[in-house]
């Protein structure tokens, strides 16, 4: 369990690909036991289909616009739920790349404002559809989607696949060499 509470709420040290990996995983498997178990029960889903009884566009608009800004709200508190454990591990594996981490603390922050801003309904506008207004992403939206995208693809390439420092660093001894 010590090894678990190191993973998950240290930041000191370093971590090989296999533990960012075991890491990375058991995290993702209790973001999805969240997402599908618990937060259904608090009445907070974002699955559902149009009310039958709408029928009007501005009234369908809305109501997709209100999931959209839902899901905004939902998706940030459950990325500053995992922000600790999730930094432990993705900083702790930066530092087995002689890194701080920094690109990590700053798609972390990319995520946080993307996600406030959804929920806010400042990533989207209305699209017409076969004359309908459908919500879709905004400049802005598309920005930050693309900006995450990056950074994120950055970090998947260089946390979880690229081998760490040998031997010693400023962070630590080589996890492999224990």
């Known amino acids: 369990m010590d090894n678990l509470g190191h993973l998950f709420f240290s930041f000191d040290g370093?971590?090989?690909r296999r533990r960012f990996w075991?890491?990375?995983l058991g995290l993702a498997i209790a973001v999805?036991?969240?997402s599908l178990v618990i937060l259904p029960v608090l009445g907070l889903s974002m699955m559902g289909g149009i009310p039958a009884?709408?029928?009007n566009n501005q009234e369908i608009y809305a109501f997709f616009d209100g999931q959209m800004r839902r899901g905004g709200w939902i998706s940030l508190i459950v990325l500053i739920v995992f922000a600790w454990p999730s930094l432990a591990v993705m900083i702790k594996r930066a530092h087995d790349r002689g890194s701080a981490g920094m690109l990590v603390y700053a798609g972390f922050a990319l995520t946080g404002l993307s996600d406030l801003f959804q929920g806010l309904g400042l990533t989207h506008g209305a699209s017409m559809v076969e004359g309908m207004p459908v919500p879709g992403p905004n400049l802005l939206g598309i920005v930050l989607s693309v900006a995450m995208t990056i950074i994120g693809l950055i970090l998947l390439v260089t946390l979880g696949f690229l081998k760490g420092t040998k031997g010693s660093n400023p962070y630590g001894v080589d996890p492999l060499a224990a």
């Open 14 to 16: 370093r971590i090989g």
């Open 22 to 24: 075991i890491g990375i």
């Open 32 to 34: 999805i036991v969240i």
């Open 53 to 55: 009884d709408m029928n």
